[in-house]
């Protein structure tokens, strides 16, 4: 039972370029997130997905697309990498909406 | 607007002593409030969640409070370890389904030897 991963682990861009970043999750969770997490501040929700099939926007959706490819895969596509999209980004899963949210280890975007 | 605060930002003790971390809340309508651990490099673990109802949450040597009626919160960490350095996150969920959640920006704790 590995929870959440996430690929990749570090990633340089540069500006323009596109990538596609991975998330899984082998708890048969409903619901999966995507959040960005930068320096002094709280984390904030990119995209979410309630249900399979389903995807909704966060607070800062601009620059990102997302697919839930099935019940355990749901991914985030930077199309045209900024360097305002250097971050630190985590995907998240959980069954119910109150119940515990558990999170990936996290990937580190460095674009220049 | 729907704001989680916490102080301090930072907060360095020896280890062994006990500290207070604070989580003040502007959401409504509430639905729980989480606290979470997370280690340098890692994602963020639960420690508690309480609900509306509860007004005090155990997990080992952490304690969470909560007191509804002034929107705040703070977690207790009592003979601190070594391994307790990290940074420390309030999380509160709004609305019936606990679909909106704002993440405070969390608290660096450091514990020294």
């Known amino acids: 039972n590995a929870g959440v991963t996430q690929t990749p682990k570090f990633q340089v861009l540069k500006t323009g370029q596109s990538m596609t970043l991975q998330c899984a999750q082998d708890?048969?969770?409903?619901?999966m997130y995507w959040y960005r997490q930068d320096p002094g501040m709280g984390l904030r929700l990119i995209y979410y997905?309630?249900?399979?099939?389903?995807?909704d926007k966060g607070e800062v959706p601009n620059g990102y697309n997302v697919s839930r490819l099935n019940k355990r895969e749901f991914s985030l596509r930077l199309e045209s990498a900024a360097p305002s999209q250097t971050s630190v980004y985590f995907c998240?899963?959980?069954?119910?909406?109150?119940?515990?949210?558990?999170f990936g280890p996290g990937t580190r975007l460095t674009v220049t | 607007k729907n704001q989680v605060e916490q102080s301090p930002q930072s907060l360095i003790i020896l280890e062994g002593k006990n500290c207070t971390l604070q989580?003040?809340?502007?959401?409504?309508?509430?639905?729980?409030l989480r606290w979470y651990k997370q280690d340098t490099g890692r994602g963020p673990v639960s420690l508690t969640i309480?609900?509306?109802?509860?007004n005090t949450k155990s997990n080992g040597r952490y304690t969470a409070t909560l007191d509804a009626d002034t929107k705040q919160s703070s977690l207790h960490i009592t003979a601190s370890q070594l391994s307790d350095s990290a940074s420390y996150i309030c999380?509160?969920?709004?609305?019936?389904?606990?679909?909106?959640?704002?993440f405070g920006a969390g608290t660096r704790l450091f514990v020294k030897a």
């Open positions: 989580c003040n809340y502007t959401v409504s309508p509430f639905s729980n």
């Open positions: 999380v509160v969920s709004a609305g019936t389904g606990g679909f909106k959640t704002i």
């Open positions: 997905s309630a249900s399979e099939g389903t995807t």
């Open positions: 998240a899963s959980k069954e119910r909406p109150n119940y515990e949210q558990y």
């Open positions: 309480m609900t509306f109802s509860e």
């Open positions: 708890m048969n969770h409903n619901s």
